[in-house]
């Protein structure tokens, strides 16, 4: 199941990180960054951990399977 929601609040926390990395500290603290912005980085994580959760469920492993040595083998393979 795709969510466009997902996709458009990551899309606005790589924004928000790239914005972090992009002005001073000062900058940050008159606009108001500790309150907003800083928090890009763990939503970001947090998204990216439901979207692979979410690839897991659909191609229907769970999470010893993806440890595999076999399994980790044959994707870094293919990379």
Do not use: T, W
Request: with cysteine; proline share 3%; net charge positive.
């Amino acid at each position: 199941m795709y969510n466009y929601k997902i996709d458009f609040m990551k899309s606005i926390a790589i924004l928000f990180v790239i914005l972090i990395h992009s002005i001073s500290l000062e900058q940050r603290n008159i606009i108001g960054g500790p309150y907003y912005i800083l928090k890009a980085v763990p939503i970001f994580i947090i998204i990216s951990g439901y979207n692979y959760a979410n690839s897991y469920i659909k191609r229907d492993l769970n999470i010893r399977e993806c440890y595999n040595k076999n399994y980790l083998l044959k994707n870094l393979v293919e990379y």
